[in-house]
């Protein structure tokens, strides 16, 4: 049984998707100038502020900011192929895409979170700003009963 079948009845199937009409489709690199400028200067932005913090963890940084990346780029080319030639549904077809579409998706939150883990502390705020519910009895926070 395929992942995508339930029954006799196919969730999401090439068969389901219209022929494309290629004259109305947008050429695969059309309207991408200001996307990639855009990149760029977020880049610029992640690294300057990076640099900032003391470059902690720059591998796994690296890698958590490329996941987005890789993401986006799946999602734009794919769709950009589709349109314009139906190339998914011809040749790793709709179950392979979303497979790697949701890889790449899941990649997001668990490079993240993994930079957050190794990177914990490094910022220096206190436990108050953290939302700790944990009270010091020595800290001007905490209530006393005089």
């Known amino acids: 049984m395929n992942l995508f079948d339930i029954g006799s009845t196919k969730l999401l199937s090439c068969s389901m998707i219209i022929e494309p009409d290629n004259s109305s489709s947008p050429s ?4 991408q100038a200001l996307h990639l ?16 913090i003391g470059k902690p ?12 990346i890789l993401h986006q780029v799946w999602v734009w080319a794919a769709w950009r192929l589709e349109l314009r030639s139906s190339a998914i549904c011809r040749s ?20 993240l979170t993994w930079l957050a883990v190794l990177d914990q502390g490094s910022l220096g705020l206190t436990p108050m700003i953290l939302g700790s519910t944990d009270i010091n009895p020595s800290s001007t926070w905490a209530l006393r009963d005089d």
Do not use: N, Y
């Open 28 to 31: 695969l690199w059309k309207g």
């Open 37 to 52: 400028a855009g990149l760029v200067l977020l880049l610029a932005v992640a690294a300057f502020i990076w640099s900032l």
């Open 57 to 68: 963890s720059p591998r796994e940084f690296w890698i958590a900011i490329v996941f987005p």
């Open 92 to 111: 790793v077809g709709f179950p392979a895409f979303l497979w790697v579409f949701f890889l790449l998706f899941a990649g997001r939150f668990v490079t």
